[in-house]
């Protein structure tokens, strides 16, 4: 899970982020693979020194050569422009391997920001693949109502496997995102999305499962930052958004929880913290997004001229993204791309 803390006095902030720590652990039904990683408000900054470095806790990784595969079940009533960014968004890992779709000249690009990935070994010495594809996208219409609980995330994708309309990928990731009229379980009340797995019985394997939603409706300023600005926290002008708010605000996230799940998938991984509120590759480096930021500034980006819109990557068929800061194992910082 993604939690955020808003911003307030130190002594404030410090009992916040306690509190979130203490709600995440009372919110912990045991045994459950569910997890909780500590977040706080985008615009408030971890620190990189040593004491807040990602530890590897021995497990597996998604290191299975070749490429993290992902599965898009899109829940709800999702507009096609962002259905089509967030494609565009799965392009840009490979983009020269479709000559479907326009490459991209220049840099930084979401590819290069995705190298840093590469760094996370497991015990074997194996690296999370530098490569991303998307294979299948699916709908559904609000098959569970409007109101989700969070266990429902993981019985959807098992019930898309069980019935043929996904395969069974242990090297993948299915990530469940809804739309703004859908409530899922804490999301916008201490989460952005969440990570987790899930046990298919009659496929006798264990699956990695995500959730993403929409936040342009219920939580902008919480869940789309900085590009909305929150009801509490630092002065702050919102940027303008290159693909639309609720657009780039899926984006920010999945690229939060692909770094979380690819390095940390079954709660073994690399992270640093508490194993059911862990701060994890991008979840360490919260709020930074540029070169000079610090809090309530996300450092500094890109401006498109003609829409003055912000962004920090370039991506396929022309689009421009923003994407978090992550932590890098080998500098032992939080990496921006460039």
């Not at 969440?194 to 300023?221: E, I, M, R, W, Y």
Request: glycine content about 8%; hydrophobic content about 35%.
């Amino acid at each position: 899970m993604a939690t955020m803390l808003f911003v307030g006095e130190k002594s404030h902030q410090l009992l916040m982020i306690s509190l979130a720590i203490v709600v995440a652990l009372a919110l912990t039904t045991p045994g459950s693979s569910s997890l909780h990683v500590k977040r706080s408000h985008p615009s408030v900054l971890h620190t990189t020194a040593k004491t807040n470095q990602l530890i590897y806790h021995g497990g597996p990784l998604l290191t299975k050569p070749g490429t993290i595969n992902v599965y898009l079940i899109w829940y709800g009533r999702n507009s096609q422009k962002d259905k089509a960014t967030i494609t565009d968004f799965f392009s840009s890992f490979t983009p020269t391997n479709d000559h479907s779709i326009s490459r991209i000249q220049r840099p930084p690009t979401v590819s290069k920001w995705w190298k840093t990935i590469q760094s996370y070994k497991d015990k074997a010495g194996s690296s999370v693949p530098g490569a991303v594809r998307l294979i299948k996208q699916i709908s559904n219409d609000y098959s569970l109502g409007k109101n989700i609980k969070r266990a429902q995330i993981a019985d959807l994708v098992q019930n898309k496997i069980d019935n043929n309309l996904l395969p069974v990928d242990p090297n993948g990731i299915y990530l469940v995102l809804t739309s703004r009229d859908v409530t899922v379980e804490r999301f916008c009340m201490s989460s952005c999305g969440f990570h987790d797995t899930k046990t298919v019985p009659a496929k006798g394997n264990q699956v990695v499962v995500g959730h993403v939603g929409d936040p342009s409706l219920q939580c902008p300023g919480f869940c789309a930052w900085p590009y909305a600005v929150p009801a509490y926290g630092p002065p702050f002008k919102p940027l303008v958004s290159p693909n639309g708010v609720g657009a780039d605000g899926l984006v920010i996230n999945i690229a939060t929880i692909l770094a979380g799940a690819a390095t940390n998938p079954f709660r073994d991984g690399y992270y640093q913290g508490h194993v059911e509120a862990p701060l994890e590759a991008v979840t360490a480096c919260q709020g930074k997004f540029g070169e000079g930021a610090f809090p309530g500034f996300p450092g500094k980006l890109l401006e498109d001229r003609a829409s003055n819109a912000s962004y920090n990557a370039y991506g396929a068929n022309g689009r421009k993204f923003l994407l978090p800061a992550m932590w890098d194992p080998v500098s032992f910082s939080c990496k921006v791309v460039t």
